[in-house]
């Protein structure tokens, strides 16, 4: 066929759109994971077809549980389940309150934290 491409993007194009702009989150999450895993499948099948024996299988469970870390922590931290620094909202005005709510240091290799991490406890 002459014009794929073309019609592929014509096709191709309003759904992504309406899966970028309009469509609920979840949807989103699949539709990213289902890229990831046909990435990762393609990925690991021309190291197949070199001559690499790789666990294909494994491989994608890993890339599954990495998409889900991303899907699961906004959810955390939504619920107030994250241990993440400044992760609760602070509404005091109190100086020896907020001094009390301040961020700890984080173990390496996490520190030294941005200074974006602790705004909110300033």
Known sequence: M???????????????IWLIGWSHEYV????????ALLAVYEFLDLGKHKGYDVPMVLCMII??????????EPLSV?????????SSPRRTSSPAARSRTRCRRAPWPFWPRPTWACSAAR
């Open 2 to 16: 002459r014009f794929a491409r073309e019609v592929t993007a014509a096709v191709g194009a309003p759904i992504v």
């Open 28 to 35: 989103f999450d699949a539709a990213i994971a289902v890229v």
């Open 63 to 72: 890339t599954l549980i990495i998409i889900a870390a991303f899907v699961i």
């Open 78 to 86: 939504d619920l107030g389940m994250s241990r993440r620094c400044c």
